[in-house]
């Protein structure tokens, strides 16, 4: 079984305007609200590809029950851990440019923390589990790191894709996969990455820390997956950007939807770029139908 992680969760609520003014009223012409954090977004797109997930987190309060209740509608099993307060609501108002507020979420107590470290050493070596996204404030910041830690003495399967302070301690427990976009693997050595060569060099250098596979968006330069020994490349196939929100996490979500309908990690890669893909040039999350439309055109090559 797939399990996701979302320690943050929120309620995205949306609001499109002809124009905003600043100070005055504004009344939006189009409103909607969905589940949100990088974890959920996996759960979404995995269930697009007609693979089984469990989403894990914190959740409280009305708007707890509003993502508990959304993702169960979808027909996407849940078990957050309970929390007294509720959890944030994100605010966004799209207009000539984009707003965003963002909330900081519910506090939680070491109560809530051991409750969901129950969960996870529940897992076995049969399961793999995707750590996405920020940690509350109220959380320790080596909680990945705990996690791993009890996820490799299982063999439980560890995914990762965070911030890089989030990630650098999570290194040496030999995580399943890293997925950075190639800014975010800039930072992790202090360089700037402008090729998919550079790309490939510091893919390498974060597999001798002990990764299993590392891979790399590169928006339109395409993707890398470093794994074992080989490095694969994938095009990018034709389309329209419409929002970059959500992309690398479908990409996640494909890959791991390959794995687990026991393709080849070739394949698996390239059901990876096209749910990436089919996101970014989507308004809101990929539909399986855009998937599809857009796998056949992407080539994978040996690098």
């Given at each position: ?6 320690l ?7 609001m ?16 909607s ?8 977004n ?10 089984e997930c469990?989403?894990?987190g ?13 993702l ?5 099993q ?6 007294e307060?509720?959890s944030?609501?994100n ?12 909330g ?6 070491e ?14 070596e049969?399961?793999?589990i995707v ?7 109220s959380?320790?910041?080596s909680?990945?790191?705990?996690i ?5 003495e ?12 989030l ?9 399943f ?11 992790m ?13 510091y893919?390498?250098k ?12 590169m ?18 196939p034709s ?12 990409t ?5 939807a390959g794995?687990?309908r026991?393709?080849r990690?070739e ?10 893909s089919a996101?970014?040039?989507?308004i809101?999350?990929?539909s399986s139908?855009?998937v599809?439309?857009?796998f056949?055109?992407i080539?994978?090559?040996?690098k």
């Open positions: 079984m797939i399990y996701t992680l979302t943050n969760p929120s309620v995205d609520y949306i499109e305007l002809d124009s905003f003014q600043k100070g005055g009223l504004n009344r939006s012409e189009k409103e609200a969905f589940p949100g954090g990088k974890g959920i996996v759960s979404r797109v995995l269930h697009v590809l007609n693979v469990v989403a894990l914190f959740a409280g309060g009305f708007t707890g029950e509003y993502i508990k209740q959304f169960n509608e979808e027909k996407i849940t078990d957050f851990v309970e929390v307060e509720a944030r609501i605010v966004k108002v799209k207009s000539d440019d984009e707003t965003e507020i963002n900081s979420g519910p506090s939680i107590r109560e809530h923390i051991q409750k969901l470290l129950q969960q996870i050493s529940s897992l076995t049969e399961d793999m750590l996405a996204g920020s940690i509350p404030g959380v320790p910041k909680f990945y790191q705990e791993a830690e009890r996820c490799k299982q063999g439980t399967k560890v995914i990762i894709d965070a911030e890089k302070n990630i650098q301690p999570v290194l040496s427990l030999n995580p996969l890293i997925k950075p976009n190639h800014h975010e693997l800039g930072e050595f202090d360089v700037k990455i402008e090729s998919v060569d550079d790309a490939i060099h893919g390498k974060l597999k001798d820390y002990g990764v299993e596979n590392v891979m790399v968006s928006a339109e330069k395409g993707a890398l997956l470093l794994t074992g020994k080989e490095v694969l490349y994938s095009s990018v389309g329209e950007l419409q929002s970059s929100v959500g992309a690398g996490d479908s996640v979500a494909g890959f791991l794995l687990a026991g393709w990690i394949d698996a890669f390239r059901l990876g770029t096209s749910a990436g996101t970014a040039y989507s809101g999350l990929c139908e855009k599809e439309s857009l056949e055109e080539q994978i090559t040996k």
